[in-house]
């Protein structure tokens, strides 16, 4: 096969040279040295041909060595297809041999894996058709394809866990071992692997020794698992836990334990066998449990110097004993104190005025205070009894206390309901008596309830009498004649009456809407119009800070005065009143024009008075000048008659020079241009100067005067003119008011840093109408005594005293005289008339 190719070759390389070299003398030999067939290819003699091309030219030089070229590559590709020939007949029969090996291995493991009845189950990678080997009929599954559907043969719950299973091992490569149980009770393994990249899972049955050994697998690891959580859960709690042997040394000990015996570690206290327990205590315990399955007791335990009281729990077992010490200090502490503050809750409930009584689960009264028992006055032996709740109600039924029920029996079964519900209820119940008592069941959470009972008498009589107050109110501010609104903070309209409404002209029914002040003032605006005054009323309602009244009175476009107020109310709200005052405001305008006439004709009169007193005091000094010049005798002897006549004109003219002086003192005064010469005054020297003065009269009319100066030692500080004015002018009045025989009585007294000068007469007296006229100008009335004057002399007094800083008061009474007291500061201040 190898000799064929190469003489294919050579036999075209020779009609090559034949027909590119021209027949030479060498061409001969060298074809003829290309033309010879040896019998092998190895016999083929490369030298002795290029020998015989030595004489070649350059062409057939180039012919020759590309028919070389040619002839190498050639035997090249002959040797290496030879090779490869070789080299896959090699190879075929090396596969022959492994094929034939494999399946020989494959026929073992089907034998090894149908040896026994299981059923394995392979998945390739990337592949999720599986593969099914094995008699599935062992399982009891039927077909094979219902192998995969793990719920048709498996209980639910192993289904549930070998689907996960399986899941896991597909994707995460987790392998896993289970113990199923089929519907028909049969147990079979469950083992998925990953081998060669593919997932295996082989389920055999369980049966025999293999299925004993299984379950005593489960149970050894669930009871692993078991003491492992239980070890866990002993080492975490914070109480202390210990397990000793039968011969009381220590088996195990929690942290807590440790902690509790003063050891280092757990290790350390089972290695030193520590106790928790004093001696006694402990032989206790070990007695009890000798005797007894349990011991349970509170005992103290001392740790780290501090005396703790732990409730110990322990147990007897087969080898030994287990134990556990929870700490109950902080529990008895909060039990005292849960005790203590239900005795203080007690004492309060026991003060209040409110009937107060508590039920237990069981309805049976657990707590009352005295208000209950003084509100339906039951006995106190009763009561201590623990009653029932149907048994208190059925007593007070008996007596008549609680309201009378068409049913009392559903009635008392709806009021128990409070002890199955979750919210208090509130009712009230109308006593027989007249009371009407507001009840409140309040469920405990510990059972029970709790009624609360109060009088709601006086309440409800409160709210009656409040709704009645509100409907009066209403009324009254309905038929007030003056316009009221009340404003909320917020400034809206909260509040109105119908004068209110008419008052504005605005429409009650917009009214209603609670409008607020800026539209109200919107809406009055046609009849005032004033900018400031509003905004000064919005201010007043709507300020938060300056809460003060506003009183203003406006004057509306249609000629109407209004008085308006507002006041702040308590609540917040601010109330706004109008008053229509034109009536008033009209008759005031015409009194005050008609007495603005009044003290202009008075003014007018007091200035002709004071030019007529002027002007009448020249003439008359001249006559009382010319009278006392006829009386003198150097001016001649007079008759009898002309005496008489000239002593006429003296008295005349001095009188009526005394009271054009007193005109001329009050205007002085009036016009503020009379000033005091205050100086020490001598009291009894001053009485005798006025005395000196009403002398004639008191002779004449046998009026006898009364002086008592025994309290008055001390000078007074005045202008004495004036003192002896006003003396002489109240001694005068008393003396023309006296009757003929009368007494006058002048006293003056001192207390207090002040001067008192008191005349007191025995005439007819001032009617009450009359006393406040007394001191005005030109004021007599004689009120039938024989008093005649102008009118000015109390008027004098009053000024001249007022000037000194005092004051006059006047006593009297019709038939019994009339006292005149003139008070003077003993160092009056400096005044002037002006003030």
């Not at 009297?812 to 005149?820: K, L, M, N, P």
């Amino acid at each position: 096969m190898g000799c064929k190719p190469m003489g294919g070759m050579i036999h075209a390389m020779r009609r090559t040279l034949s027909s590119c070299i021209r027949p030479r003398r060498y061409a001969p030999a060298l074809i003829l040295a290309l033309g010879a067939r040896p019998a092998n290819a190895q016999d083929f003699d490369l030298g002795r041909v290029l020998a015989s091309l030595g004489d070649l030219d350059r062409q057939e030089f180039v012919a020759i060595a590309l028919v070389l070229a040619i002839l190498g590559f050639s035997v090249v590709s002959a040797i290496l297809l030879m090779r490869t020939r070789t080299r896959a007949a090699e190879n075929e029969l090396r596969l022959r041999s492994e094929i034939q090996a494999l399946q020989a291995e494959n026929d073992r493991s089907n034998a090894l894996l149908l040896s026994e009845p299981q059923v394995v189950v392979s998945w390739r990678a990337g592949d999720d058709r599986p593969r099914i080997a094995g008699d599935t009929a062992l399982l009891a599954v039927g077909p094979a394809h219902r192998l995969l559907a793990f719920g048709t043969w498996l209980a639910p719950e192993p289904s549930v866990r070998l689907e996960r299973a399986v899941e896991a091992l597909r994707n995460d490569a987790e392998s896993f071992a289970l113990n199923l149980t089929t519907v028909s009770g049969r147990g079979v393994e469950a083992v998925g692997r990953v081998v060669g990249g593919q997932a295996i899972v082989r389920f055999r049955e369980l049966s025999g020794l293999r299925r004993d050994l299984a379950e005593m697998t489960l149970r050894y690891n669930a009871l692993l698992e078991e003491t492992e959580i239980l070890r866990g859960f002993a080492t975490a709690i914070p109480a202390p836990v210990w397990a000793r042997r039968a011969n009381g040394t220590l088996a195990f000990a929690n942290p807590a334990y440790a902690v509790a015996t003063e050891a280092t570690s757990s290790a350390d206290a089972i290695s030193r066998n520590l106790d928790l327990l004093d001696s006694p205590d402990r032989n206790e315990m070990a007695r009890v449990l000798s005797e007894q399955a349990a011991f349970a007791k509170r005992l103290p335990v001392v740790i780290r110097g501090e005396r703790k009281m732990f409730d110990v729990q322990a147990i007897a077992l087969r080898s030994g004993s287990a134990g556990i010490a929870i700490d109950a200090s902080e529990a008895a502490s909060l039990r005292a104190s849960l005790s203590r503050m239900a005795d203080a809750h007690r004492r309060t409930l026991d003060q209040l005025s409110s009937a107060v009584a508590v039920f237990d689960a069981r309805q049976r009264l657990t707590f009352y205070n005295d208000a209950y028992r003084r509100l339906w006055n039951l006995d106190i032996g009763f009561l201590d009894t623990s009653p029932s709740d149907s048994a208190i109600l059925d007593q007070l039924r008996a007596s008549r206390k609680i309201p009378e029920q068409q049913d009392f029996r559903q009635w008392k079964a709806r009021l128990h309901e409070a002890y199955r519900a979750t919210e208090a209820r509130t009712d009230e119940w109308h006593l027989p008596d007249g009371r009407t008592l507001r009840v409140i069941s309040t469920p405990n959470p510990e059972g029970g309830v709790t009624y609360l009972f109060d009088d709601a008498t006086e309440s409800l009589d409160l709210s009656r009498q409040f709704d009645a107050l509100i409907r009066v109110q209403r009324a009254t501010l309905d038929n007030l004649a003056e316009a009221v609104a009340v404003f909320a903070s917020n400034g809206c309209a909260r509040l109105f009456n119908p004068a209110f409404a008419r008052m504005w002209r605005l429409s009650p029914d917009a009214l209603a809407q609670q409008p607020h002040i800026k539209t109200v003032q919107e809406w009055c605006w046609p009849l005032f119009d004033d900018a400031r005054a509003w905004q000064e009323l919005r201010a007043a309602i709507t300020g938060i800070d300056n809460r003060n009244s506003v009183v203003m009175q406006i004057e509306r476009k249609d000629g109407s005065v209004l008085n308006c107020m507002t006041m702040p109310l308590p609540d917040g709200a601010t109330l706004l009143t109008f008053q229509d005052v034109t009536d008033t405001v009209n008759v005031e305008r015409a009194l005050r024009e008609r007495n603005e006439a009044l003290e202009a004709a008075d003014k007018m009169k007091v200035n002709f008075v004071h030019h007529v007193s002027y002007e009448l005091r020249s003439p008359l000094t001249t006559i009382i000048g010319f009278a006392h010049f006829l009386s003198d005798p150097s001016t001649g002897p007079l008759t009898l008659k002309q005496s008489e006549y000239l002593s006429y004109i003296t008295s005349s003219t001095n009188a009526l020079l005394a009271i054009i002086n007193n005109i001329l003192d009050l205007a002085t005064i009036d016009a503020g241009a009379m000033s005091l010469n205050l100086a020490p005054v001598d009291v009894r020297k001053a009485i005798e100067q006025a005395t000196a003065g009403v002398q004639d009269r008191l002779v004449t009319d046998n009026i006898r005067l009364e002086v008592k100066t025994a309290g008055a030692n001390t000078p007074l500080i005045a202008d004495e003119r004036r003192v002896v004015q006003v003396l002489y002018n109240l001694l005068a009045n008393a003396v023309g008011f006296s009757p003929r025989g009368g007494t006058v009585t002048l006293t003056a007294t001192q207390h207090g840093g002040r001067t008192f000068f008191a005349v007191t007469d025995h005439g007819p007296g001032i009617p009450p109408e009359n006393q406040s006229k007394v001191f005005d100008w030109f004021e007599a009335n004689a009120n039938g005594s024989r008093h005649r004057g102008a009118g000015l002399g109390l008027s004098l007094v009053r000024s001249f005293v007022e000037m000194h800083g005092g004051s006059v008061f006047i006593d009297s009474a019709v038939g019994r005289g009339t006292t005149v007291t003139c008070e003077f500061p003993t160092e009056p201040p400096v005044r002037s008339a002006a003030e």
